[in-house]
């Protein structure tokens, strides 16, 4: 650790906005802190300057931290315990994920040919992290990025008409969760046992619907836009265009007017009252991430926090290896 004196009750960091920050890409909100430019040791910078981090989040929704050499798993579990809790299992899932231990994972296991669309993590579920770490192990050859979006910016660029029918009416979650077309429900849930299913939709008022041993249907209603505990806005935070059968269907490559049974459809997404997300709808929604989103090259020993809320992700295809791994704290609901 350089430049910071333990004995010292105040620390004397010699961060300065104006100096220490650079923009991530130019025009977009998010940060880039480098090493060389700081030398601070991240653990002890992310411990003792907390109020500071947290207000650089609120203003620049993502951080990313570079040349600070956090390059292992054990490096990473370090700086995870810097925040207000430590991070949370990762629960009613969305997408495969190997766990590493304490609940650090894989970032995801999903195939690397395919691009995993703009998200902000589990904001589908009753209970979400307010932030989200990923750090960079083994950089990929080709693509892999971890494209970032401010959620406030992309609420800007939909229409106020469809925000308005979206936070009136919420939106109502539909996933088929079988083996045979996404995840199953083990996965899903993390248990084997049905009962143990049974009851968590129960407690979260939750539809489901057993079709055989390996096949469930659920369906959910949940707000569009939540209200940021920090800030008290209410922001754009769903996964209305990530489970929309539109999402699911351009990725395969098929046209919208595709007829795929219910059964046959990992997921869907509609309006809170029932009615259908027209795919002019999904377009809008897609235009506002596309838009609004930026990428970065991974680098090894990155570190990428977000403010969940706040920012949303996904991620490119990629070619080699590519070992991101990503933990999330500070639960909220
Ligand atoms: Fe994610």
Known sequence: MKNFDKSIDTPKWLFKENENLSPLNDGKPFILID????TYDLNDWLTIEKDLVNKLLLKHGGILFRGFNINTVEKFNTITTSFNSEPIPYMFRSSPRYSLGDHVYLSTTYPSSRKINMHSESSYSYVWGQKIMFCCITEPIEGGETPIADNRLVMRKISNELLKKFDEHGIIYQRTL?????MGWPEVFQTEDRQAVL????ENDISCNFLNDQELI????RPALAKHPLTGDKIWFNHAFF???YSILDEMGLLPDEDI???LLPSNTFFGDGSEISHSDYLEL???YETEKTYFKWKKGD???LDNMLTAHGRSPYKGDRKIIVAIMEPTS
Do not use: E, M, T
């Open 303 to 305: 570190v990428l926090l």
């Open 35 to 38: 090493y060389h430019q700081v």
């Open 286 to 288: 897609r235009s506002a």
């Open 199 to 202: 009851g968590i939709c129960k």
């Open 261 to 263: 049974p219910d059964d």
């Open 243 to 245: 489970f929309n059968k």
């Open 178 to 182: 079988s083996p045979h077309v996404s």
């Open 218 to 221: 659920i369906r959910w209603k």
